[in-house]
């Protein structure tokens, strides 16, 4: 598309939404199980693309990660759309009865989404599906790094909407400069803080109000009485699904002082569990690009040289690896695990998320010295907590402040669909996910219906010994 057809195709989504503000819950409803059937009929497809995307991603990684979180969420909010889309009857004051007010929910109009490219399905698909169900038309631009993928969003959305229902933009970051430009009812980007500083100044020009979904990093916090080989699996696990390539992936650990080995050998096992080799596995995702695994390898050279201690992880001896069978081009990139100890705050991978299969290990005295380093730092997208006391988790959660946490367990919170998904501060603004998803996407429009018995013309001017008597009565009332 050129630049004028993306400014015609967004010409056109505005007008239906104006000439329709509202979009009845039948019509919502099927819009969603259509996108359903997008998703029933072409999830093999759209697997391909990502394998294709990324040369080694397994079926079932996109499966786990990109479809099944989807399906979740298409059928809560499918079970819940009526109740939300209700008028909400709120309390009248008692000086203004017997009026009553209300609370309408309508959609937006347009909505925009600029998805990133390592859940591309996901994450370009669970905004729109938001969106949507809040009877919202959708101009969806995917990630240029994911092009397969994109490609077949595009086709197949062309495929079950119409263009002024819900489209797909191809481009590069161009094109995404000028989507961000548009000025749209509501913008979701998901991607990295700089960029989304951009998004937000352009958005900002239209008073376009803006969803951002910007990572950081997120710490995990060991306590020292729980049980370290359970939270280094679940550590393991946070941080390899995809490669690291998650933004919510645990970006480094705080871990009491002298359990550095303990928890290195914890983290080695589980490592082995649940990979139990690293080149032609197709569970363990390739790095996206040969720019992005240069830019780990740089972080990891420059470590080094500043005096970390590197242990990069070796596959289980003595089990070869299986040949790849053709299954992607992407054996290459596949990164071995990295754990990193002794990192300072002078390091790349200390100022920077890393976003891959790299975390660096910090030992604290006491948990007050992690709690201070985490505030010290922007605020992270995610927090993990490992740890058998109630009192001292709790502590934690007053003290720091972040997106959303899980506690003994990494990424599971998003998984939650009655919980909402968003950062804070550099991490981003604005939640989805549910009920506050929906809401995300609708203009509350409070409604006072003034009955005939209204005594409001008892506070019109003239003001005199009348209004004195009811003003004072109204303040015996408050």
């Not at 008073?207 to 060991?222: F, H, W």
């Not at 299986?322 to 100022?351: E, K, N, Y």
């Not at 018995?453 to 009348?466: D, E, K, S, V």
């Amino acid at each position: 598309m050129t630049p004028d057809d993306i400014r015609d195709l967004f010409q056109r989504q505005r007008q239906a939404s104006r000439a329709q503000p509202d979009a009845p819950l039948s019509l919502r409803r099927e819009r969603l199980l259509r996108l359903g059937k997008l998703l029933d009929e072409h999830a093999p497809v759209l697997a391909a693309a990502v394998q294709a995307d990324f040369g080694m991603r397994s079926q079932r990684l996109t499966e786990v990660a990109d479809f099944f979180v989807l399906r979740a969420q298409l059928a809560h909010t499918l079970r819940h759309l009526a109740r939300w889309s209700r008028r909400q009857r709120v309390f009248t004051p008692l000086f203004l009865q017997p009026a009553r007010g209300f609370i309408e929910r309508q959609p937006l109009g347009v909505v925009g989404v600029i998805s990133p490219w390592n859940y591309p399905v996901q994450l370009a698909l669970a905004p729109a599906m938001s969106a949507l169900a809040a009877g919202n038309r959708v101009l969806l631009k995917p990630s240029e790094l994911t092009p397969h993928t994109s490609a077949q969003l595009a086709a197949l959305v062309s495929q079950f909407f119409a263009p002024e229902e819900f489209a797909v933009v191809q481009g590069d970051a161009a094109t995404a400069a000028l989507i961000a430009s548009l000025p749209f009812d509501h913008l979701v980007f998901t991607g990295s803080t700089a960029v989304g500083r951009k998004v937000a100044q352009a958005a900002a020009a239209n008073l376009t109000p803006t969803t951002l979904e910007l990572g950081g990093k997120s710490p995990c916090i060991i306590d020292a009485d729980c049980d370290l080989q359970d939270a280094a699996l679940k550590i393991a696990h946070g941080k390899l699904l995809n490669a690291g390539q998650t933004c919510i992936a645990p970006d480094y650990v705080l871990l009491p002082r002298g359990s550095e080995a303990a928890f290195a050998d914890a983290f080695r096992a589980a490592v082995a569990r649940l990979f139990p080799y690293f080149e032609g596995n197709p569970d363990y995702a390739s790095i996206i690009s040969t720019r992005h695994l240069a830019r780990l390898r740089t972080m990891l050279q420059q470590a080094q040289t500043l005096g970390a201690q590197v242990q990069v992880l070796q596959p289980v001896p003595g089990r070869p690896p299986p040949p790849p069978q053709g299954i992607g081009d992407g054996v290459g990139r596949q990164m071995a695990p990295v754990l990193v100890f002794g990192a300072t705050a002078q390091m790349q991978l200390m100022q920077e998320e890393i976003f891959g299969p790299v975390l660096p290990v910090l030992s604290y005295e006491r948990l007050q010295d992690a709690v201070a380093h985490i505030n010290a730092h922007p605020r992270p997208l995610a927090l993990y907590w490992f740890g058998r006391s109630d009192s001292v988790r709790d502590d934690v959660l007053r003290s720091t402040v972040s997106g959303g946490v899980s506690v003994n367990d990494t990424l599971m919170h998003i998984a939650h669909d009655n919980l909402p998904f968003g950062g804070v501060g550099d991490s981003g603004w604005g939640a989805y996910h549910g009920e506050r998803g929906y809401l995300r996407f609708c203009h509350q429009k409070s409604v006072l219906v003034q009955s005939r018995f209204g005594m409001g013309h008892l506070l019109y001017p003239p003001y005199g010994a009348r209004f004195d008597r009811v003003m004072g009565l109204l303040r015996r009332l408050m």
